[in-house]
Structure formats: structure tokens, C-alpha cells
């Protein structure tokens, strides 16, 4: 479903229930939203506030965090760079707001060795973390809209050349991502641009 439709289904969870999203026979993604959060999380709205878990075969249900969604998309782009290209564009129409699963449909048919989850899995996590950061950052940010925090970064680990380790030591230190990734999709940038080219960061 597109962004609205997701962010409604968001919106709409009751408190304390773990409700499934999507389920593809082998993996299943979950969300969950606490009626009380953590101290450290005091500057949150409890309203806004939603978990995402994934559910892998028989397992435990886990949170996945940031970096397995952007650690899938490196080897992607790292094993077959030939598509880094429908790996971008992909992952630009989610952040835009396209169904996840219309929007990786040039990708099913290439067969990728190199990856964490299924395609699928991941386009959905993208999706969830692009809206989890539009509706729940609680401080002022220096993207508008705030998912550019993470979009910069799926972009990033899709395009750059540097290595896993280099890109990873610059995310865990919350440094943002480079502004070539985000200043024309960013309301609060000079460089704004309100119909960006596609690919208007590829050199």
C-alpha cells in the first residue's frame, strides 16, 4: 500500500496490540504501539509512537534496526552495480510515496546472491522507517521532511563507493548523510527543489 495508506494503519493502532502488516509465507512484518514509553523516550508522543518487528519463520518476532535495511541494500548495489540504478529509483519512489511492492517491481526478476531479506521485506522496511521518522521525530530536525535523516542514507548505501565499514562508521556516529544525497528534497535547504529530476543526485 502507498504512504497513506501505511501512515493511516499506523495512526489507527490500538495501544498495546501487535498488529501484522505484511506477510509473504516466509516472513512477516509487525507493528506495535505502546500506551507508555521508556524515560528516555519522554519527549515522544505516545500517539505517533509505533514499533516495527519482523517475524522470520517460526522465530521470535525482533526490531530490526536501520542498518540491516541499509546493510541489504549495500550488498545489493556491491554485488551487481549494473542496477544500482533500479536500486535508487526503487527506493526514491517509496520515499515519494509509491506502493513498495509496485515500486520494486523492476527488481524481482534479478537474481541477487548478496542480501539480508527478501526484496520485498526490505522495500516495506524502508517504507515504515520513512514514516516512523515523519510522524514520530520529537525534536526540530534539519530535514523537512525528517525521513531525509534515513532516505540520505538509503541513498548513500545504494550509491557510494566506499566501503561497508567507512559508510557504517559515519551512520553510528549520527553523522547525516552527505547533502549531494538530500538538499534538493529538503524544504529547509537553499537548494530545494520542488519537482526534482529523477536521480538529481547521480553524478
Request: aromatic share 12%; net charge neutral.
Amino acid at each position: 500500500m502507498n504512504y497513506n495508506n501505511m501512515t493511516q494503519i499506523v495512526l489507527d493502532l490500538p495501544f498495546d496490540t501487535m498488529t501484522e502488516v505484511y506477510n509473504n509465507d516466509k516472513q512477516a512484518i509487525l507493528l506495535y504501539r505502546p500506551a507508555t514509553l521508556p524515560k528516555r523516550f519522554e519527549n515522544y508522543d505516545v500517539n505517533t509512537n509505533f514499533q516495527i518487528f519482523l517475524k522470520i519463520g517460526d522465530s521470535k518476532p525482533f526490531r530490526p534496526n536501520h542498518l540491516r535495511l541499509l546493510l541489504d541494500l549495500k550488498l545489493r548495489s556491491r554485488e551487481l552495480p549494473e542496477v544500482k540504478e533500479k536500486l535508487l529509483l526503487a527506493f526514491d519512489k517509496i520515499f515519494y510515496g509509491e506502493d513498495p511492492l509496485d515500486a520494486i517491481k523492476p527488481l524481482t526478476h534479478i537474481c541477487f546472491t548478496q542480501y539480508i531479506n527478501p526484496i520485498d521485506i526490505t522495500a516495506i522496511l524502508a517504507q515504515l522507517f520513512i514514516i516512523e521518522q515523519n510522524i514520530g521525530y520529537g525534536s526540530k530536525s534539519t530535514f523537512e521532511p525528517p525521513s531525509l535523516y534515513i532516505h540520505g542514507w538509503i541513498r548513500t548505501f545504494i550509491d557510494s563507493e566506499q566501503e561497508i565499514d567507512q559508510i557504517v562508521y559515519r551512520i553510528c556516529r549520527n553523522t547525516p548523510p552527505a547533502v549531494k544525497y538530500t538538499c534538493q528534497d529538503n524544504k529547509n535547504h537553499s537548494k530545494y527543489n520542488p519537482k526534482p529530476d529523477t536521480l538529481w543526485y547521480v553524478n
